[in-house]
């Protein structure tokens, strides 16, 4: 492992030693205006597989890449028009944009849902190297998984294991770096952009969301699982779903099994109130709980149904018609500390009521709240 301080070096002087190290295959630790980044060449799969041996318990979360500007996002994701609007005011910085994937990267780039994030930087080295090269490098943080933002070398290398260390080829050292946070990543695959994680730049969206299959439901679904995979292995989730009959509640919750690698048929628990599926995913072994509590009408009936103990971590409590119970549970998700995400699911994005083309197309609006 070399380090090397560039603060007495110029750009060209840094870019001239770090080139060969990438494209032999190599990984480097690099600053940006956000954090260390971890840096092998996305087009390479023994690279990759490399950055993922260094990162370790993954647990499934996409990559993002680092490129030069507009051109060679088009050769890498398609840019939609909302997209390209975000590109044109909040780019280049501190952002990662999620489009769909054209499939160019590694294997184990792009998400389980064929898009891939793209980030700009505003950082001048990182863009200036990306643009050498002549093709994409990772942008992910130089942290191992779960450990503290790395703000310092010093700071890193503490964190790393002797074996980390040595699958790192190079170390390009600036001295401690501004306490900023992470890129805001903003996914522009559905029908309005969403926000996966907020970061360094603000950004506000508009959570009312759109899908028009059954098939985009449930990739819905799975993506505010993928969000808040964390909540669920550190603390546990209680999502809780609302609309009138027929709208995709179980659609939704077959959504969250396809995501948990869970084959068995999910059905309504209509009758026998909560039904209980094993999944494990990235080695990750836990439960689904799937309750409707359409008929539960006090709070002794919803303590009954023992809704409380499936309110742990590694577990995720899907509830259907929600606000039937919200008043009985709502205080005790609080004491448990358990993630609360709010889902209202419509057929008509200006009412509640049914329409008979919503209904044929398959049109669902979704308005999600977090907790």
């Given amino acids: 492992m070399q380090i090397i301080d ?10 001239k030693l770090v080139t060969p190290i990438i494209n032999a295959g190599g990984l480097i630790i690099y600053p940006t205006e956000t954090t260390y980044g971890l840096g092998v060449d996305a087009t390479n799969f023994q690279a990759i597989a490399k950055l993922l041996e260094y ?29 390209q609007a975000l590109y044109k005011s909040l780019l280049p910085g501190p952002v990662t944009i999620v489009s769909k994937g054209l499939g160019k990267v590694s294997a184990g780039v792009e998400s389980e849902f064929g898009t ?89 969206s508009d959570h009312l969301l759109h899908t028009d299959s059954e098939v985009n439901t449930q990739d819905l679904a799975g993506k505010v699982m993928l969000k808040h995979w964390d909540d669920l292995s550190q603390r546990g989730l209680v999502i809780g779903l609302d609309g009138a009959l027929g709208t995709g509640k179980t659609i939704f919750t077959k959504g969250i099994a396809k995501f948990l690698g869970i084959n068995q048929n999910v059905t309504s628990p209509t009758y026998t109130y909560v039904h209980s599926y094993d999944f494990c995913r990235h080695g990750i072994i836990g439960q689904l709980h799937h309750a409707d509590v359409w008929k539960v009408d006090s709070a002794e ?58 209904i044929i197309n398959n049109h669902r609006w979704f308005e999600i709240e977090e907790k």
Avoid: C
């Fill in 55 to 83: 990162k370790t318990r993954r647990q499934g979360k996409p990559l993002s890449i680092a490129i030069s500007g507009l051109p060679m996002a088009e050769e890498y994701v398609e840019l939609n028009d909302q997209a």
């Fill in 6 to 15: 560039i603060r007495n070096l110029s750009r060209d002087e840094v870019i």
């Fill in 301 to 358: 009936f919803a303590e009954k149904l023992g809704l409380v103990s499936l309110m742990k971590p590694r577990s995720v409590l899907v509830i259907e018609w929600f606000n039937q119970v919200s008043k009985y549970l709502k205080p005790l998700i609080k004491n448990k500390k358990v993630k609360l995400i709010k889902v209202q699911i419509s057929e008509n994005k200006n009412s509640h009521q049914k329409t008979t083309q919503s």
């Fill in 116 to 204: 891939l994030g793209i980030r700009w930087s505003n950082y001048a080295l990182v863009t200036q190297l990306v643009q050498t090269l002549g093709k994409p490098i990772t942008a992910t943080s130089a942290n191992p998984s779960g450990k503290a933002r790395p703000y310092s070398i010093n700071q890193l290398l503490a964190q790393l294991s002797n074996k980390q260390k040595k699958l790192v080829d190079l170390i390009i050292d600036t001295g401690p770096l501004p306490k900023h946070l992470p890129s805001t990543v903003i996914d522009t695959t559905l029908s309005t952009p969403i926000v996966v994680r907020q970061g360094q730049t603000k950004f506000a």
